[in-house]
Structure formats: structure tokens, C-alpha cells
């Protein structure tokens, strides 16, 4: 396992993630207890989940995510591990949540990070996102802005005000973002440096051979920036395993338990491309898993690939890939394909 400095932090990742967004909906505490266990023990030191999981988002379930990992967490070497979660933004019909009140403001940031500290079981958090930006943009799937849509927010000079204030109080250690666009990562980076206030360090997004946004500008940004990519959803939400080809619905999956769900993997193009993905790897003797985790992880802007299991043998599956190296060859194939379909599932 290979370790990546995220930003200009001190935090170390490992080139894998693991992602928890399953326990408490599709895995047991055992379950996700025994997933940690064997991922820290190939070299894993990240974790990421968020104060919403698990997916699908249900006020009965909010938050067993975090805290089926809190009672991992306190029979562990702190100090040795990094946790990642997240706030939820405004936007969503989150009620459960907070009255409904998700703006990212003074009070609710102070709320939910003493919220995921408690169900975390730790008194710090190492990194600490923005799951979807405060102001209105395009999500999951959506690629037309609208500016008829904007909505009343919280400025972003006043969103690090308060983030600099849990950061001094020690619950967090550094900030980042996710969903975001290249204007927002650009003016989180300008506002800080201008009153001073922390940078953020990281950006999650999607990234996968189904959805390569992030080459073109997020990429630029990210380079003059120093803010690294973290990867989610590499796999296209399982399409890229190829267990979905032939037409196969697979049973207690994400696209058959979740319809609805997945909605940016449901568009034209989608099927075709991943059947291309999937033959690159079968000529070259590789899983399908394997090919699209390894393309990820070359990508010079990932700091961290995140993956999700519900299984074990899925998660060894997942970590293997990071002994598979695409050679020219492989990556110039995986280009031809994304030339004949760019950006299936944006």
C-alpha cells in the first residue's frame, strides 16, 4: 500500500479509502466491524463515511453508519487511523436531519461535528467535509446550471469563519470539499488565503472511466491549487464490475435494491461503454474490478481511490487492484474507448 500526502496537510492517505456508506443498510455492525478489521490489516489507514449513511438516506437509519464505526474505532490505535465524514448541505429533503435546517452555517456545523463526534466515539475528527456545496449547483447527474434555481446561502467566507472556529476548538483538523465545481474549489482556496481562514485541502467527486468530468477543469484547478481528488464511486456504482452485463440483475445490489437511486448510470451509452471496459480486461486477463480501480488510482490528480463493499470477498477483490500497474498499451485502449464514449454518466 502506497501512502499520498493530501494536500498541504500533514495527513498521509493510503492510495485505498475504504467507504462505509453500506453499514447500517446493507451490512451488519459485524459485518462492517469485520470489513474494517481486514482493511487496516492490507495497509488501509482512511476511512471515510458521513453523518447522513447509510445510503439510501432514511431518517430510522441516519447516523448508524458513523456509529457502527464509533464502536470499531474505540478499541483502536487512534492516532494511526484517519476519519473522514461529512456534513449535509441544503438541498435535500433531509427532515430528519437537524428540523429539516441544513444550511452550513455557525450553528449546525458546531451541531453536526459534536453529533458525529459523539456517534464516532472520538474527540477529533481529521478531516471534515462540505458533502454537497451550501449554495445550489448541479448534482449527481444533473449537468445543466441553472441560475433560475439559486437559493438564498450562507457566503463562503462565512462557512470558513465557523470551520476555522471548530478547528481551533481541536474537533477538526483540516477541511475539504465535495460534489463541488471548479468555481467553488477556487473561491474556497481565494477567500481563505484572503482573511486568512483554513484552506481546504481535498475534493470528493466522482471519478470513474464512466465519468471523466474531472479531467478538464477540476483538474487545472486542482493542480494549481494542491487540492487532491478523492475519488468516489470507481466503479460507476458497480456497473465497471461487470456484473451487470448480459442484462443480469444481480440480487441485494445497489441498482436492484435501490432503483431510483442511481439515476446518472441509467442514461444512453452507459451499457455500451461499460461492455468495452469489460472486454479490455478480459483480453488482457485482468477483472473488470481490477481495470477500472487501477485506471483511478493512475490518474495523477487522485490523492485517494474510495471503495465500498458488501462483502469481504468484494473488499479483498477491491484492495488487490492496487497490485495491478496499466501499462501505455491498456490506457491507450481505455482513451479510445472514452473518445467513442465520453462521459456516459456525468
Known sequence: MKYNQLGESDLKVSEICLGTMTYGQQNTIEEAHQQLDYAIAQGINFIDTAEMYPVPPRGETQGKTEAYIGEWLKKQQRNQLIIATKIAGPGR????????????????IKQAVDDSLKRLQTDYIDLYQIHWPERYVPTFGQTEYKPDLERETV???????????????????????????PWGVSEFVHIAKQL???????????????????DSALAEVSR???????????????????????????ENTRLSLFQGFGQRYLKPNVNEAVAAYVSIARKYNLQPTQLALAFVRSRWFVSSTIIGATSLEQLQENIDSVNVILNQEILAELDAVHTR?????P
Open 93 to 108: 429533503p433531509f427532515k430528519w436531519l437537524r428540523g429539516g435546517n441544513l444550511q452550513i452555517n455557525h450553528n449546525n
Open 224 to 250: 494549481y491549487t494542491n487540492v487532491g481528488l478523492l475519488a468516489y464511486s470507481p466503479l460507476g456504482f458497480g456497473l465497471l464490475s461487470g456484473k451487470y452485463t448480459d442484462e443480469k440483475k444481480p
Open 196 to 214: 486568512e481562514l483554513p484552506k481546504v485541502i481535498s475534493i470528493q467527486n466522482a471519478y470513474n472511466l464512466l465519468n471523466r468530468v474531472f
Open 155 to 181: 457566503s463562503i467566507a462565512e462557512q470558513l469563519q465557523a470551520f476555522a472556529d471548530v478547528i481551533k476548538a481541536g474537533k477538526i483538523r483540516y477541511l475539504g470539499l465535495s460534489n463541488e465545481t
Open 341 to 345: 464514449y465520453p462521459n456516459p454518466a
